[in-house]
């Protein structure tokens, strides 16, 4: 069988799925199935009968606008992709999205598309996999032993996040990382030299990477040969640069932007067939081709010898095979419950005025001796974050064991490699920055939230009261914007125990990402009872009542909390009966129940003030258009923080007044 016959079954797939779909990249997928070819053929260890198969070597599609290139990928190797599913691209509710969605196909790693976070993910993965590696491997038992392997092209190498996460692949050398550079020269504007002249293969070597220059992409021998010897090299990230045509075997087009992003048509088609000597139909794979792509037999021996490599293991260390199949099955120790209820029992019984920062970091002591499968770190700000607990151990080149990761300045980097720890499996990973800088990190937490994987971000110095910094660095719309973005959980406690159970449920969630928000400031500790520390993880519940039904609410957030339950009690002595309301978290309110609802903030009591020193405008949902709001409307100054609560009206002198204009 002629390899070219093989590659020219991906090409034929991926024009033809394009064109059915009347939309579409063809050009990437034609472009780079010879590279295909080779490393799913005779390199990739993978099992389509069981796609989660832990030792797997994970393949990421980093340039994700190619998708028809791994759909036709993994329909042509046995994954239960259909070619029914390759006839539905681009449709709705089908398995084959416009770009590669974490969930919908079998054997799709991540979710990639927009640019540069795909290799970023693979990033995660190898770290992941070097962690894991260093924590179980022993001796003559190498059970976990895989590659992560990835596409990128052009458009990943510009966008700024892959200088972030290539940067510190190569210092944490990830030998077992190996990514294809599409070098086509063409992007969506046409040739790529009028704006994207760098020295890719100096710029990688300068990251510490091993570099292939130069390589033929259409040419398997070639490929075979730098596949070879990325894998024999052991210390360090290697980038093969393949040279490819563009649209590769359409007459009229490849070469050019004008089959990037668009399908060829159905003339370019017929005339892309004959030069390829392609005799069959629309999406038709004759047998014996079919034949030499299957991997079903293959992949199910691959896993067969794993399991008797972790049979052996198991005879050998019980104890640490037990704790692996329960890491990498995301299970929760068996008394996770019981000890972490008494760690937020003895907080509410040992009341501490501390920033929640401290209170952050007080939990990750706490929950951290419980769960060796923490990754933790931060994006250079682990001193101000306080994200280091007794227990962590930096991961260095030499020495993968430990559970924190020093990221550097890349809080973009930093967030889009947790998604691909997460991903991988085996871990709980957490990150940290300030809160304002979450926006350099936005997109890849979107992603985190459109995937539904786990990652729990710690954002400290949370608004206004980090002070002399000034507006540059005082968050205002940025809790806002994350409690907008669906499937994010954000939580801004108002003491050591909200924050501790809000670390608890993040920790729990596995199924989407977190965002703990916590202050610069101390924070008084409010007194509670047991029903009501368990009504915490409610999201909202009250916190200060009074006799009978209220005439007015207050709900606050964070350190607003304390100056909510000072204001209620000057409004009790004026003869109003307040009722104060903790929200530390609005996802988790809402996800309550009517009747829980109806209970804490009931329909008749309209005469509602919201507090919290973040934009006001989000909280029109909660006190209604006639209820009134202290919050802020504009940036923030530079002073101390104590003047700034004074000017920007977080004072009880204020929110009495304010209450009281409700009548």
């Known amino acids: 069988m002629n390899r070219k016959d093989l590659a020219n079954a991906i090409r034929a797939l991926s024009m033809d799925g394009v064109q059915q779909a009347n939309s579409g990249h063809p050009g990437a997928p034609m472009g780079m199935a010879d590279i295909a070819e080779v490393l799913w053929r005779s390199h990739l260890n993978h099992n389509p009968q069981n796609p989660n198969w832990a030792d797997r070597d994970r393949f990421v599609l980093s340039n994700g606008h190619g998708s028809m290139l791994i759909y036709s990928l993994l329909h042509l190797t046995g994954y239960d992709l259909s070619i029914d599913d390759l006839k539905n691209f681009r449709q709705l509710h089908s398995k084959t999205p416009g770009h590669p969605e974490y969930g919908y196909a079998p054997g799709i790693e991540t979710t990639t598309g927009p640019l540069g976070q795909g290799i970023t993910n693979a990033v995660g993965m190898a770290i992941a996999e070097k962690a894991l590696a260093a924590q179980f491997n022993r001796d003559q038992h190498n059970i976990v032993d895989h590659h992560t392997y990835a596409f990128l092209g052009d458009g990943c190498l510009m966008e700024g996040i892959s200088h972030e996460a290539c940067s510190l692949a190569g210092t944490l050398g990830l030998g077992k990382l190996i990514a294809f550079w599409d070098d086509n020269g063409i992007s969506i504007d046409g040739e790529v030299d009028g704006w994207f002249t760098d020295d890719t293969a100096k710029r990688f070597e300068a990251y510490g990477w091993h570099v292939i220059p130069a390589v033929d992409g259409h040419d398997s021998a070639a490929i075979e040969a730098a596949i070879t010897a990325a894998k024999a090299e052991t210390s360090r990230p290697t980038l093969i640069c393949t040279k490819t045509v563009i649209g590769f075997g359409s007459p009229n087009k490849s070469g050019s932007h004008d089959c990037h992003g668009a399908p060829l048509g159905a003339d370019e088609i017929k005339a892309t067939r004959e030069q390829l000597g392609w005799e069959y139909g629309p999406f038709e794979i004759p047998a014996d081709i079919y034949a030499q792509w299957d991997a079903k037999e293959s992949g199910a021996a691959k896993e067969a010898a794993w399991d008797e490599k972790f049979a052996a293991y198991q005879a050998a260390y019980p104890e640490l095979a037990a704790e692996f199949k329960r890491r990498v ?25 501390i920033a929640s920062r401290k209170a952050s970091q007080n939990a990750l002591e706490a929950f951290g001796k419980l769960l060796p499968e923490f990754m933790g770190g931060s994006a250079d700000l682990a001193p101000s974050n306080l994200t280091m607990w007794s227990g962590s151990k930096s991961l260095t080149p030499n020495d993968a064991s430990g559970n924190y990761i020093h990221y550097g300045v890349r809080e973009f980097g930093m967030t889009a490699i947790i998604n691909g720890i997460a991903l991988h499996g085996g871990f709980i990973p957490y990150g940290a920055t300030f809160l304002m800088f979450m926006e ?43 409690r907008l973005t669906p499937n994010m959980s954000t939580w801004r406690p108002c003491d050591q125990v909200e924050s501790a159970v809000a670390w608890k449920l993040a920790i729990e969630r596995k199924d989407a990402p977190t965002a703990l928000i916590f202050s610069r400031q101390n924070l008084a500790q409010q007194a509670r009872d047991a029903e009501q520390v368990a009504n915490i993880a409610k999201g909202g519940y ?12 207050l709900i606050a ?22 009722r104060v309301v903790s ?16 209970a804490v903030l009931p329909a008749s009591v309209t005469a509602r003030v919201a507090i919290e020193a973040g934009i006001a405008d989000y909280w029109y949902k909660y006190v209604g258009l006639n209820g009134r709001i202290v919050g802020m409307n504009s940036f923030g100054e530079s002073a101390p923080a104590g003047e700034l609560f004074k000017l920007f009206g977080f004072t009880v002198d204020n929110v009495v007044e304010v209450a009281l204009s409700l009548g």
């Open 583 to 598: 929200m530390p978290s609005t996802d988790a309110f809402d996800r309550q129940d009517a009747a829980y609802r109806e």
């Open 329 to 353: 099955n995301g299970e929760l120790p068996a008394d996770w419950e019981t000890q972490t209820n008494q760690i937020i029992a003895q907080l509410q019984a040992n009341p501490a005025t």
């Open 440 to 482: 350099y990190a936005r997109n890849a937490m979107r992603m985190a939230a459109l995937m539904k994987v786990q990652n729990i971000q710690v954002y400290t110095h949370d608004s206004i009261g980090l002070g002399e910094d000034g507006p540059t660095h005082q968050p205002v719309e940025q809790i806002a914007s994350l």
């Open 557 to 578: 957030t964070g350190s607003e909390v304390d100056l909510a339950v000072q204001a209620a009690a000057e409004l009790t002595a004026k003869g109003k009966q307040v």
């Open 542 to 553: 009250i916190l200060k009542d009074c006799q009978g039904t209220p005439d007015l609410i």
